[in-house]
């Protein structure tokens, strides 16, 4: 009996252990998917804005936005040069910001695979390379004709609509198929504790069927998550718009991936205190706070 409740102690602290790295991986989930947003950038794909004003006093630049990621814009004639070059200006800048937020997204993840950040990375360092090239060209361009063309090759990149996606849901998916292997690892060491827990007399028939539902859940966040980094990596910038339902629909499989990881986030809970062990919950609630 002292043995058999030693090795219990032994194995629920090894649970405790890997339910803090868990519970991390599932908080990090969730707020991956709340920062998702590539359908609101996609919105703005085509979105132009016509000038109310007959005969503008003053050169007034392009119509399109320069976060537009649809068609490039109406340059005007020879007078509006100098706003036409500040706006592709504008435009390339805003481009360079959006890269540089998701090489950092990249370089922050600790659960990205390491298949996915080699071509996640070559996407986005290939578009800076691209976007610089093309701010040196704007800004020696002494021509409409060089403006329009090098806008043709900027909205070419779909920063928006396209790459931003790309990135944010495949960090989703490698996300909820990490926090679900490490779900599915913890089985033996709780069956360990839990074999202990007999010895003590307590809800066996409860814990068992918690670890049955819980290791469910991880096998269903796995078949959810895992083929949507490879479906939405093989994307590229030229297939928009078919791209838009493929996206779409990843978003939504990463969505109900992550709802059956807050179920099995809350079986880890239940668990956990079921085996009312002190030393544990005071661990386990530490993790279960964040």
């Known amino acids: 009996m002292g043995t058999t409740m ?43 804005t016509t000038s109310t004003t007959a005969a503008p006093a003053a050169p007034v630049g392009p119509s399109a936005s320069p976060t537009s990621d649809g068609f490039a814009p109406s340059f005007g004639p020879p007078t509006t040069f100098g706003a036409d070059q500040q706006w592709l200006q504008t435009a390339l800048a805003d481009r360079v910001a959006q890269t540089g937020g998701l090489e950092s997204k990249l370089v922050a993840s600790m659960t990205l695979a390491s298949g996915d950040r080699a071509v996640l990375t070559g996407l986005v360092t290939g578009a800076q390379s691209t976007l610089a090239a093309l701010s040196g060209a704007v800004g020696s361009a002494t021509t409409t004709l060089q ?53 003590a007399k307590r809800k066996l028939a409860e814990l068992h069927a918690l670890i049955k539902r819980l290791t469910s859940a991880a096998g269903m966040t796995m078949t959810l998550a895992g083929p949507v980094a490879a479906r939405v990596l093989s994307l590229a910038a030229s297939d928009l718009p078919a791209a838009v339902p493929v996206l779409t629909t990843a978003g939504a499989e990463l969505h109900r991936a992550e709802a059956s990881l807050a179920w099995a986030r809350q079986d880890l809970r239940s668990i956990l205190s079921l085996l009312a062990d002190p030393h544990l919950n005071a661990k386990s609630k530490r993790v279960l706070r964040r």
């Open 147 to 199: 403006l329009h063309a090098a806008a043709m090759q900027m909205i070419g990149l779909h920063v928006y609509a396209i790459l931003t996606p790309q990135v944010k849901l495949v960090l989703r998916a490698d996300t909820d198929s990490s926090a679900a292997a490490s779900l599915r690892a913890l089985e033996p060491d709780l069956g360990t504790a839990i074999a202990a827990a007999h010895a």
């Open 6 to 48: 030693k090795r219990g102690r032994v194995a629920m602290g090894a649970v405790a252990v890997a339910a803090v790295g868990l519970c991390v991986l599932v908080a990090s989930a969730a707020g991956a998917a709340g920062a998702s947003s590539y359908r609101a950038q996609h919105a703005r794909v085509g979105t132009t």
